[in-house]
């Protein structure tokens, strides 16, 4: 199975059973980060487990304590395959005076994946179009559109430039992401989790790799299909998106 967004460097004392799940249940995760703090974590976590490809990013929340001194990122990003999770928010993120800090953030990474030829994984929350229209710039190797909740009519302005979207635990519980998970070219869908705060966000509890199972579940449903089906797809996706970006494993 494939986790394309999980937060590991977040779960704490309970990150030992994360890691059994992920073992036990073989499921490849990409290890996305917050900060610098958070990307060396996550990379000591993936150390020992071939299973986690931990990737390097400074989410739009953190921007601001970035922006105005890149250079700190500089070396960092020299030793992280993929870039992640970097993007724009103008929904949880509402002082408007941070905005210009994120769109600092994001251009600058944009700029290393374009040199580098790397994979990077995006946060659109509430700034969906901003995000398209910067992406429409750049020439990228391989996007992937992380927990899309946007206008369904700019998905298909998502997929002309050759992005994959994630499908994550809100399919369980929300008509709109089960309709983008319905629509989405077969070739482009990923799952994810992004936990262990989407679960606790939306019921309350930290969860765990092993719901990846009830998303894939959820996701064959809303395509009329088989979870086996679903599944294999997903790998060949998240194999293609990979290689596109370089990344070997």
């Given at each position: ?78 030793e992280a395959s993929v870039y992640g999770e970097i993007g724009l928010d103008f929904h949880f993120v509402r002082d408007e005076s941070f ?151």
């Amino acid at each position: 199975m494939i986790d394309a967004h999980v937060h590991l460097d977040k779960y704490g004392e309970q990150l030992p059973k994360a890691l059994r799940q992920i073992r036990a249940k073989s499921i490849f995760t990409l290890a996305v980060s917050m900060d610098v703090d958070s990307f060396n974590e996550t990379r000591r976590i993936a150390e020992a487990d071939p299973l986690i490809l931990p990737a390097f990013g400074v989410h739009p929340w953190e921007a601001h304590r970035f922006a105005s001194d890149l250079s700190v990122l500089e070396a960092t990003l020299e030793e992280a395959s993929v870039y992640g999770e970097i993007g724009l928010d103008f929904h949880f993120v509402r002082d408007e005076s941070f905005f210009a800090a994120q769109r600092t953030v994001f251009e600058f990474f944009l700029d290393a994946a374009e040199q580098n030829g790397r994979l990077i994984n995006v946060h659109t929350k509430g700034a969906e179009s901003a995000v398209l229209e910067t992406l429409t710039t750049r020439t990228l190797p391989a996007v992937i559109v992380h927990w899309y909740s946007g206008p369904l009519d700019l998905v298909d302005e998502y997929l002309g430039l050759g992005a994959y979207f994630t499908v994550g635990v809100e399919v369980l519980r929300s008509e709109l992401i089960q309709s983008l998970a319905a629509r989405l070219p077969f070739d482009r869908i990923l799952t994810e989790t992004d936990n262990p705060g989407a679960w606790d966000w939306m019921e309350g509890e930290v969860g765990f790799p092993e719901l990846i199972e009830q998303v894939e579940e959820a996701v064959a449903e809303a395509r009329g299909m088989s979870r086996g089906e679903l599944s294999a797809q997903v790998e060949r996706n998240f194999q293609g998106v990979l290689q596109a970006g370089g990344v070997g494993v």
